[in-house]
């Protein structure tokens, strides 16, 4: 049962447009989520994250909204640049819980020159 | 300094050996973890120490034995490891546990098992 899912396994953007990765829950106690940035032959990278009393959060180039009523978060990058190529994982935590972070499937981001 | 570091970066062994993986942070958490990741997978939890005392083992078999001998020390030792055990092993840290704090991840260590 995969409570955390990401549906587009890859996308592939024109550099200094915005890259749009989505992100889907079911579990309605998760309350905190992240996103991590993943180059081959390295560990995740943290980007950015938000609670859930927030719908935004902003990062330079980097956006999370969240719509706590859909259970769905979003992760804009704008502009785009080449060096965003990368794997992109959410992972969403319920802090009155376990705390564990549960990771989405991640989603493949391609930024042609 | 956000650097997590594992060795070694790639291992291979046998059903019948006995090795060890290493990860250490100098961010002064408190927090460290060990994931596991399958190919074209998510990282799955395995393991929690907080404060050097193991808070979480998310039903790991026990070849797969945690030790956490200082704060800034994490070790993962394998033994009688199975083929379907390859993957690759990250080690993060993180403030606090239980927490909401961000993870650091470090670069892992690709396990084959033969």
């Known amino acids: 049962d995969q409570q955390v899912k990401q549906n587009s396994p890859s996308l592939s953007v024109q550099e200094g447009r915005i890259s749009i990765l989505n992100c889907d829950y079911t579990?309605?106690?998760?309350?905190?989520f992240l996103w991590y940035k993943k180059y081959p032959a390295e560990g995740p990278t943290f980007l950015i994250s938000?609670?859930?009393?927030?719908d935004k959060n902003e990062d330079g180039r980097f956006t999370v909204f969240l719509n706590k009523s859909a259970k769905h978060l979003s992760l804009h990058i704008v502009p785009s640049q080449p060096g965003d190529s990368a794997v992109y994982f959410c992972?969403?935590?319920?802090?009155?819980?376990?705390?564990?972070?549960?990771f989405g499937t991640g989603t493949r981001l391609k930024v042609l020159a | 300094d956000t650097e997590v570091t594992q060795t070694p970066k790639h291992l291979v062994m046998g059903m019948t050996n006995k090795k060890s993986l290493k990860c250490e942070q100098h961010?002064?958490?408190?927090?460290m973890y060990w994931y596991k990741q399958k190919a074209k997978k998510p990282p799955e939890l395995m393991f929690v120490?907080?404060?050097?005392?193991?808070?979480i083992n998310e039903s790991v078999p026990s070849r797969f034995s945690p030790e956490c001998p200082n704060s800034s020390l994490l070790n993962l030792h394998l033994h009688a490891l199975q083929p379907e055990d390859s993957a690759l092993y990250l080690c993060?840290?993180?403030?606090?546990?239980?927490?909401?704090?961000?993870?650091?991840f470090g670069p892992g260590t690709r396990l084959t098992v033969t």
């Open positions: 120490y907080s404060y050097e005392k193991l808070s």
């Open positions: 579990n309605s106690m998760f309350d905190y």
């Open positions: 938000i609670s859930s009393i927030k």
């Open positions: 961010m002064g958490h408190r927090a």
């Open positions: 992972a969403a935590s319920a802090t009155s819980g376990t705390y564990k972070y549960i």
């Open positions: 993060a840290s993180s403030q606090g546990w239980p927490s909401s704090y961000e993870q650091y």
